[in-house]
């Protein structure tokens, strides 16, 4: 009998929380997006026809209807209790986030990347369902609960097997590195509140998967499963800030910020399937304390970051932010909440990024502690390259935010921008608030992730502290190791205050005024200023042995002595398309070829494919 019954454990109301703390922002920033009269780009003679027309009320109405269902659908993932209501579920906010990927029909790139995406997600669906029959083969029931009981005598070759196979599915989901693919296609295309929607909250739900069904449903099984998440976990930091920095679309590039940081959450959840396999039930809670709480933090900063850009991309026109700059004195504001998502996501204290990421770090080096041999060394390397991760994301978001915002405009577009409607910025001002406080409350959070952590891992929190107080987080007491978010922004302020004083006692002066120069220049223009591409240049020569640039270059000469213009491009190599999915196209059309000259059409043919058929059935009743 189909179970309808409801989860609202703790792990289901802490994803149900993370839902609907991101949704209502996002509906509310919505209001003014769609508004003509509240952006330049939509409004007046700027906007087209067409323009005008891709936003008339009955399509409005539908990006409603289709937003309310997307926010019901990741609700009822999360709290199914039923396999099968789950995989309705997933296929129903598959599709819906379909829709909203293409929702700007007439542009080519979304279709594209719809295809992109709808293939890829039905891919990991299919790993999906054949996991979930040989939970029911085993445990003859569609209900988690008595799955989880299940399989506590379930063969660890089966277990093995189903995590492998969720693991592809939930990973496909994820955006885990390769299966990342479709994610730098689709974000981009859909409105930004949906794109806020898409990277905060709905990729969070393959977290949920593995979680549930890994961790609470399976039960973990070997040391080995922890060890893959973290190798996969540490390739997705690094490709996904790699490629963030060479981007020069700031949609795309906070998309690649997203397979980054599904990595981070990542190495909590691998760390804490690690301990939990080697017995070392504090690590274990603690790692997925730091999991989880960077899994809110990021659906927070993330969000806040595309509601950004979505502002940005209405005031002017453009994601390109070679076109951009100057963007502070027109749009302040926005450059504020910008500043705040961009602290928060390159972990700078006191704000939540900072929190987390330290948390993850010091789950790293408890566990290395702890641990002998060759496992010592590979937690190290893993703490290693989020070290490394969280620096080239910062360097990253100076870029962005230096690039779009400081400087002189860049276009025309950029010069005529304006802030945004009242309700766009209330959204962003909401989720810049919860960047704040979740740094600044981060003993309170942990207090409760550590009871949702419990509930999922089954391991009894006891005596376990994990901070002193409200304000005070103490991973390693006897240590001597301790951080108070709060502390640290009284240190700040009072360091901003003392440092404002001393200038106003000491320091100012009648201003001098000269011109802009640069070497004895005076005639400064945009054209001048610093550009993503220069600024991404070192990076892009230290990592090219991964991105394997290459330059394209075209001359046209008046004269064998004089050049009339002079073109120069750069681009690097996406390795995974071209070495991995690329040659998997070509042999799906290889195979349709093929295929093709079997079905050429001829009844006769088909008659005859039936009449072996049947044989073929007939011999095999007969052998058995």
């Known amino acids: 009998m189909l179970n309808f ?4 454990d703790p792990l289901s109301l802490f994803f149900l929380f993370v839902i609907f703390i991101i949704s209502l922002p996002s509906a509310i920033y919505s209001l003014g997006y769609f508004s003509p009269k509240a952006n330049p780009c939509l409004s007046g003679r700027q906007a087209p026809a067409a323009e005008k027309d891709k936003y008339s009320r009955g399509k409005l109405t539908l990006l409603w209807f289709l937003f309310v269902a997307f926010v019901a659908s990741m609700a009822l993932v999360v709290t199914a209790a039923n396999l099968l209501i789950f995989l309705a579920a997933w296929e129903i906010m598959s599709l819906i986030s379909y829709f909203l990927v293409v929702f700007e029909t007439g542009q080519e790139k979304s279709i594209q990347a719809g295809l992109i995406y709808i293939v890829m997600t039905h891919i990991g ?12 083969q085993h445990c003859h029931s569609f209900d988690i609960l008595v799955i989880k009981n299940a399989c506590q005598a379930m063969p660890a070759q089966l277990k093995n097997i189903i995590f492998i196979l969720l693991l592809v599915g939930f990973g496909t989901k994820a955006g885990i590195v390769p299966l990342h693919i479709w994610l730098p296609y689709a974000h981009p295309q859909a409105p930004s509140h949906i794109s806020s929607l898409m990277s905060g909250v709905m990729i969070k739900t393959a977290i949920y998967g593995l979680i549930r069904f890994v961790i609470f449903t399976l039960g973990v099984n070997s040391s080995w499963w922890g060890m893959l998440i973290l190798v996969l976990a540490v390739i997705s930091c690094l490709v996904g800030v790699i490629y963030a920095l060479m981007e020069h679309d700031i949609k795309r590039l906070l998309a690649y910020h997203s397979v980054e940081n599904i990595g981070i959450i990542l190495l909590g959840v691998g760390l804490s399937m690690f301990f939990i396999a080697r017995n070392m039930p504090y690590l274990a809670i603690f790692s997925l304390i730091a999991g989880l709480y960077h899994l809110v933090n990021h659906a927070i900063f993330k969000g806040l970051l595309f509601l950004c850009a979505g502002s940005v991309y209405k005031a002017t026109g453009t994601r390109d932010m070679e076109k951009l700059g100057g963007l502070i004195k027109k749009m302040p504001q926005t450059a504020f909440y910008f500043l705040i998502g961009s602290m928060g996501i390159s972990a700078l204290p006191p704000l939540n990024g900072f929190v987390s990421e330290w948390l993850t770090l010091q789950a790293f080096f408890l566990g290395a502690s702890s641990v002998i041999g060759g496992a010592k060394l590979f937690l190290g390397i893993c703490a290693g390259m989020l070290a490394l991760t969280g620096g080239l994301a910062a360097a990253c978001f100076v870029k962005a935010f230096g690039i779009t915002f400081l400087a002189e405009p860049r276009s025309r577009r950029a010069e005529e921008a304006r802030e945004v409607s009242f309700s766009m910025k209330a959204g962003m001002l909401f989720l810049s608030f919860l960047t704040v406080i979740f740094g600044l409350a981060a003993g309170w959070i942990v207090a409760l992730l550590a009871k949702v952590a419990s509930a999922s891992t089954g391991i009894e929190i006891g005596s376990m502290i994990f901070s002193l107080n409200i304000f005070t987080l103490s991973p390693q007491t006897a240590k001597g190791v301790y951080l108070s978010t709060p502390l640290l922004a009284l240190v700040l302020i009072v360091l901003g205050m003392a440092g404002f004083g001393v200038y106003m006692l000491f320091g100012r002066r009648k201003p001098v005024i000269y011109k802009t120069w640069d070497c004895g220049y005076y005639k400064l223009s945009s054209r001048n200023e610093y550009t993503a ?14 991105l394997m640039p290459y330059r394209k270059t075209e001359k046209i000469r008046g004269s064998f002595y004089h050049v009339k213009s002079f073109v120069y491009e750069t681009h690097t190599t996406p ?3 071209k070495y991995i999915y690329a040659p998997l196209v070509a042999l799906v059309f290889k195979s349709a070829r093929f295929m093709r000259r079997i079905q050429p059409g001829s009844i006769h ?20």
């Open 605 to 624: 043919l088909y008659l005859a494919y039936i009449f072996a058929a049947l044989l073929l059935l007939i011999i095999f009743m007969q052998k058995f």
């Open 533 to 546: 591409t220069a600024f991404s240049k070192p990076f892009r020569i230290a990592f090219s042995f991964f």
């Open 5 to 8: 019954n409801l989860l609202f």
């Open 125 to 136: 669906t299919a790993f999906l369902i054949a996991a979930f029959l040989l939970m029911y």
């Open 575 to 577: 390795v995974f398309k």
